[in-house]
């Protein structure tokens, strides 16, 4: 399992098909939690996350497709009231 500390993280993208609702929604509520600190978060479509994004964040059926698109080493993590998620730590 990749290991990445909190103050090393600049950039978290939240990566989808489409873009059309929960992942642009987790996109606001990661963006408020995060409000005053220096990490920028940011919305990509799967198959375009930027070389530059130190978490990716997606659904666990696209997992391979953002392992593809950002070479990263994944670790699985799982919410109560969402589909399973997929997070991409480079």
Not at 6 to 17: N, P
């Amino acid at each position: 399992m990749t290991e990445i500390q909190g103050s090393d993280i600049r950039k978290v993208v939240v990566a989808c098909e489409a873009g059309m609702g929960s992942s642009v929604l987790l996109v606001t509520q990661l963006r408020d939690r995060l409000k005053g600190t220096e990490v920028v978060v940011e919305h990509a479509p799967v198959s375009q996350i930027p070389a530059d994004a130190d978490v990716i964040v997606t659904h666990q059926g696209l997992e391979a497709t953002a392992n593809v698109t950002a070479a990263a080493s994944t670790t699985p993590s799982r919410t109560t009231n969402h589909p399973p998620l997929g997070v991409i730590a480079r």
